[in-house]
């Protein structure tokens, strides 16, 4: 298996502009996660689903930012418009369903995004 | 979920053992403790995890004392490689998602 798939690896905007992340989670994982990490906030979970479905999105700083998970293989986080504030890391990360303790998440390489 | 507390920052030299702590007083009788590292620009990687007995894998051994209130991390042979953050996490099992702290930023010089 390749892993969590993301793309693109790198995105230099401006701001106002519109930026689609793209991420494709390891096949058979029901769930999905998009964290940000910057130096000042460290690593935070903006959202997470379950078999496609949004459980959780209360780390969504506000709503400029979208997810959809249209289906099991692919997921988008979309900022609209973008603002020099939004520049991080982007991960996306997928797991099963965690049972008897275990509780591996399998992240992406990240999307670094610049907001100019 | 219960809080925990590393040291922001250690240093291993290349060989020896690198042994991590970190302190959860209050975690409760249904919280594992699980531990992830993050090597510069990669995403986090899950290492081992435990909730009361010692645990041990081909990447570490997880030690939680007998009363749960703090764990170790032992990289017995640390090399360059093992150099990342190091996140200590406690969550209650069933739970998907976990809540990355600040960790602990190893150092394993030559």
């Known amino acids: 298996d390749a892993g969590v798939i993301q793309s693109p690896r790198h995105e230099v905007t401006e701001m106002g502009q519109e930026v689609t992340l793209r991420c494709k989670p390891i096949s058979g994982h029901d769930y999905l996660f998009w964290y940000r990490q910057t130096m000042m906030r460290g690593l935070e979970l903006l959202i997470y689903?379950?078999?496609?479905?949004?459980?959780?999105d209360s780390g969504m700083p506000e709503d400029r930012f979208s997810a959809k998970m249209p289906n099991a293989s692919f997921s988008t986080l979309k900022i609209q418009p973008s603002e020099p504030r939004d520049s991080a890391v982007y991960f996306c990360a997928s797991s099963n369903y965690p049972g008897a303790g275990y509780n591996e998440q399998f992240f992406g390489p990240g999307t670094r995004l610049t907001v100019l | 979920d219960a809080k925990t507390t590393q040291p922001t920052s250690m240093d291993c030299a290349e060989g020896r053992a690198a042994n991590l702590p970190c302190n959860h007083s209050t975690i409760s009788g249904n919280e594992y403790v699980y531990w992830y590292r993050q090597i510069h620009s990669q995403g986090p990687q899950y290492i081992i995890h435990g909730l009361k007995n010692n645990e041990t894998n081909e990447m570490a051994s997880l030690i939680i004392t007998e009363d749960r209130k703090s764990s170790t991390l032992i990289l017995p042979h640390a090399t360059l490689r093992d150099t990342a953050v190091y996140y200590c996490i406690v969550r209650v099992e069933g739970y998907s998602t976990l809540t990355f702290g600040k960790g602990t930023m190893l150092l394993v010089s030559p």
């Open positions: 689903f379950n078999n496609n479905v949004p459980i959780d």
